[in-house]
């Protein structure tokens, strides 16, 4: 598994359960919908911190809290 694949996991099993679509996530976040498919999709292989801030931030939860997930920690990545 790559670190992308975690990524779209957790965002897809948030999006989940907090009941709002990729789109609503872009809105909340104050990013484009493209910048979220792209992650989403797997087209982008490594988002940037900043990224990932602002999503946290429309998920009213910190960035630790977005990336504190078992995946994440039990994961051993195929990344290069």
Do not use: W
Request: hydrophobic letters at 40%; glycine letters at 4%.
């Amino acid at each position: 598994m790559t670190y992308s694949d975690v990524i779209i996991i957790r965002l897809r099993d948030l999006c989940i359960e907090k009941n709002i679509t990729v789109n609503k996530l872009a809105t909340l976040s104050g990013i484009t919908q493209s910048t979220i498919e792209n992650i989403m999709s797997g087209k982008t292989k490594n988002p940037k911190l900043k990224t990932l801030h602002k999503i946290a931030v429309g998920l009213n939860m910190t960035v630790s809290e977005l990336l504190d997930f078992p995946e994440m920690d039990e994961t051993i990545f195929e990344d290069e």
